[in-house]
């Protein structure tokens, strides 16, 4: 048998509030939730690639927005580091589809180039005094 610990009566087995007082038998636990929202770290990928971006690919604006968004990412919540980041990540798809994109036209313009300038020198006339 149990005891009130409010009024000393004695309880039943089953019994969840004191007949006596009303107080409650069993104690509550009180759970107590996170109110500290989780912080994300840096991703370290989207970082390089960003850095790629902006020094290897010559894409200095796609570079920059995703190196500010990836910065930005970290130490956010993790709702707002994934929105970061999904920017940023766009940010470097469209810089190196631009770089893939200029590097195609270059090797193109440079085998044009060498092809005419080939072409060039051997219909070239000589002439002979």
Do not use: H
Not at 65 to 81: D, P
Not at 102 to 127: D, E, H, K, Q
């Amino acid at each position: 048998m149990a005891f009130c610990r409010n009024c000393g009566k004695e309880l039943g087995d089953d019994q969840t509030v004191c007949t006596g007082c009303g107080a409650p038998t069993v104690e509550e636990v009180k759970v107590e939730a996170d109110t500290e929202p989780k912080k994300k770290d840096l991703n370290i990928g989207m970082l390089v690639w960003s850095l790629i971006n902006l020094v290897l690919c010559s894409q200095v604006a796609a570079g920059v927005i995703a190196l500010i968004f990836t910065l930005l990412a970290k130490g956010e919540t993790e709702e707002k580091s994934a929105r970061y980041n999904k920017i940023a990540k766009i940010a470097n798809i469209v810089g190196t589809i631009c770089a893939a994109v200029l590097v195609l036209f270059l090797v193109v313009f440079y085998i044009f180039m060498i092809i005419l300038a080939f072409g060039m020198a051997v219909s070239v006339p000589t002439y002979y005094y």
